[in-house]
């Protein structure tokens, strides 16, 4: 087998142009020659990890089956490869210093002088090199976050010298720039690329392809001007023009030669036609020739940022287009949501979600909304909180629990339906209360999970501190609301449901995590399909 192959795909002119997007787009067409592919995600902020950041400022915390909380753009690998990531395919610079800190505390240093170079650049090579050497991946690709320029991420840039020189011909730079349209001159503009180039080769990198994210066309010749000014191939000059949706980038990118490029970079033959993108073209298609809605609400307190539920507004996507729905996605801000303005929110959806989250912040309209699906009969997906919420609205409107909480909103509940587990409340250090990653869960036979899945046994992935208290399971099945999931080993409740209502149904998990292009979530699917048949009967 041929030495793994190391991509790295860089930014420059601003942020948030795609360069997650633009990284899966080239593990799939790498994965549809037929090449073993993985991606990691090297951060340049020094937090250890994602999970104690705003989702108003990061989006959204993204959780690997290993319980690591990561990047969101960790959810586009996923969902655009079909495969699963670990805590080795995220590093921020926070995780490194940690490490080298800690290595040089245990004396490994020998008394050396730590310093940036050789031993941050080694620690972040190391992490770059660890999944390669471990899985003889055909390539690693390694997404460098920010923009080239920024103080932060210049220990990466260096060590992405360091390891084009190291590797030669088996590294390649892919930089992402943006072409700015002027619309008083009527002119689109690459000076901000030739300028992120300079920089980049300022720092010792020269790009062997530029992807050029623009808004409109860019001519033939204004591409040549670009790579006789970057020292690029100019068939390695790559337009990255708007997308109807993510999911056609992969298809734009093919059509634009970026893997025939890539392959050319590396040394590796090819042929034109030898890519299978049947499967992935198919759903595109579907999405793209989708005429019918479904109207789904989601309910929750980040709403007003697109990619704090990055991953379940992509499931709900995934599983309408499966359905040949298109959706339409009405996002509801818990906090202004009242018994008063319910039935003006909510009423011409087809069905609620209920988000997740932490925090009392916003958490009585969730409760409104759980009613009022309830009380409607409206299909309803409660998830991590969205689930809890379910469960409290119920002990207090239907069991007459009328102070039943969780103890992570009022400590001192008479009713504490929700609570920590007893091996959990000695536990001072918060990240050690938290059940992070992929747990088994059974399922009860005749069950809408059941159906959904058409299996017993299912493994889903946690991020949750609080768990429904079983001391109060007797009473809420005896009323109506069954456990039909339960962790084998611990004998906690993952999912609740109301049986005897259309589609009711809430998971202690998140299975949002866990869906992708080609393999959709089971329940997400059984939740759309519920929420048609829901909209015909209107």
């Not at 379910?390 to 929700?418: H, Y």
Request: a neutral charge; one cysteine or more; hydrophobic letters at 35%.
């Amino acid at each position: 087998m041929a030495e793994t192959k190391y991509i790295f795909v860089t930014g420059g002119v601003a942020s948030s142009l795609g360069k997650g997007i633009i990284s899966a787009s080239i593990g799939k067409l790498l994965q549809a020659r037929g090449y073993s592919v993985t991606i990691q995600k090297f951060d340049p902020y020094i937090n250890v990890d994602p999970g104690t950041l705003n989702p108003y400022e990061h989006g959204e915390c993204y959780v690997t089956v290993d319980g690591h909380e990561a990047d969101l753009d960790l959810g586009h690998y996923e969902r655009f490869l079909n495969i699963r990531t670990t805590r080795a395919n995220n590093t921020t610079t926070g995780r490194i210093y940690k490490s080298v800190i800690e290595k040089e505390r245990r004396g490994d240093y020998l008394g050396k002088t730590v310093q940036v170079i050789p031993h941050i650049t080694d620690e972040i090579k190391r992490n770059i090199k660890f999944l390669g050497n471990k899985y003889k991946y055909d390539f690693v690709i390694t997404e460098i976050g920010g923009t080239v320029g920024d103080i932060e991420s210049l220990p990466f840039i260096e060590a992405v010298r360091q390891m084009r020189w190291e590797l030669g011909k088996s590294c390649i730079n892919i930089h992402l720039t943006y072409v700015p349209y002027l619309a008083a001159a009527k002119e689109l503009k690459t000076k901000p690329t030739q300028h992120s180039v300079k920089q980049l080769q300022e720092m010792g990198i020269q790009p062997d392809v530029l992807v050029l994210r623009t808004e409109r066309h860019i001519p033939v010749e204004m591409r040549k001007k670009v790579a006789l000014f970057c020292n690029v191939d100019h068939e390695s000059v790559v337009e990255c023009i708007d997308a109807r949706n993510i999911y056609e980038v992969p298809l734009l990118m093919h059509k634009e030669g970026l893997d025939t490029a890539v392959l050319k970079k590396v040394g590796f033959s090819y042929k034109e036609d030898d890519i299978n993108l049947t499967d992935w073209k198919g759903f595109v298609d579907r999405y793209n020739q989708a005429k019918d809605t479904i109207r789904i609400a989601l309910v929750g307190k980040y709403v007003g940022l697109q990619d704090a539920y990055k991953s379940i507004n992509e499931a709900l996507i995934q599983a309408a287009t499966y359905n040949d729905r298109k959706l339409v996605l009405n996002c509801v801000l818990s906090e202004e949501l009242t018994e008063e303005n319910a039935d003006e929110l909510l009423k011409n959806n087809d069905g609620i979600v209920i988000a997740p989250g932490f925090g009392q912040r916003g958490i009585e309209g969730k409760f409104v909304a759980a009613r009022y699906a309830r009380e409607k009969d409206i299909p309803a997906f409660g998830i991590c909180l969205g689930m809890q919420c379910m469960v409290i609205e119920f002990a207090r409107n239907v069991l007459g629990l009328k102070l039943a909480n969780s103890t992570e909103m009022d400590s001192k509940t008479p009713d504490n339906v929700i609570d920590l587990m007893e091996s959990q409340k000695e536990v001072t250090d918060m990240g050690g209360t938290m059940r992070l990653g992929a747990f088994d869960c059974h399922l009860t036979e005749d069950s809408n999970a059941y159906k959904a899945y058409k299996k017993m046994t299912i493994s889903e992935r946690h991020r949750h501190r609080y768990e429904f208290n079983n001391n109060y399971k007797e009473a809420f099945e005896k009323a109506g609301m069954s456990c039909t999931g339960i962790n084998p080993e611990t004998k906690l409740v993952e999912i609740v449901e109301i049986t005897s209502l259309k589609w009711y149904l809430g998971t202690q998990f998140h299975p949002e995590y866990g869906s992708t292009v080609l393999a959709p979530n089971p329940l997400f699917m059984s939740f759309v399909e519920a929420a048609i048949s829901n909209s015909k009967k209107k």
